[in-house]
């Protein structure tokens, strides 16, 4: 079933192409198994936004895609390999959330503008891709308290529901895992902003 895709692409040509790719940025240990083809399938038919593909898939090509696994699936190389499938009217960059959280520390609550309705005299939003989502912590900033992925989620909600704007997300957190730590709102938000793409939770850990 999962390679009889009704497409006009070759996605075990793009697979090839994609490996090349990851070789490249990342070296000669760079592989793609084929016990990850389920997922990478899904992924190329977004990116490349194929509508008979997605349509098979069960994938809204008009929401972000939260990728989910365990640690050391390739979550996040995978992510980064898919900008160069994006079509440019879709391009996003991918942010590291810890990186967000010492952005925050800094520089305080324009950290959650910027990385939700962007930065100040920036004509549009920018589709971003928050990696690993949940390895952040709560941050003070003077004293207050801040759930700064919280925040921005909830901000980001706003644009993609006003001005079509997607977000993208890694995490190795399961659904109830993110309610949790970032309340039922949040859970509640995503649900309608993204499609969920999950690999297995007893995959092995690939830097291992």
Sequence with gaps: METEIKSHYNYDEVIIWLEKKGVELYGNHFKI???????????????????????????????????????????????????????TEHKFFVKPCRDISFE????????????????????????????????????????????????????????FTTRKVQTHITTNLSASEIENVYGNRVRSRLREMINLIAFDKEFEDKRV
């Design 104 to 159: 925050f520390i800094q520089d305080g609550y324009e950290i959650i503008h910027k990385y939700s309705k962007g930065k100040l005299y920036q004509s549009e939003p920018k589709t971003i891709c928050f990696d690993d989502l949940g390895t952040e912590n709560n941050l003070k900033y003077f004293g207050n308290e801040c759930n700064v992925m919280a925040e921005i989620l909830l901000s980001r909600y706003d644009i």
């Design 33 to 87: 198994l084929e016990s990850d083809y389920p997922i990478i399938y899904k992924l190329i038919a977004y990116f490349l936004k194929d509508e008979a593909a997605c349509f098979q898939y069960n994938i809204n090509l008009n929401k972000g895609i939260m990728l989910s696994g365990p640690v050391g699936c390739g979550k996040t190389s995978l992510l980064n390999l898919m900008k160069y499938l994006t079509p």
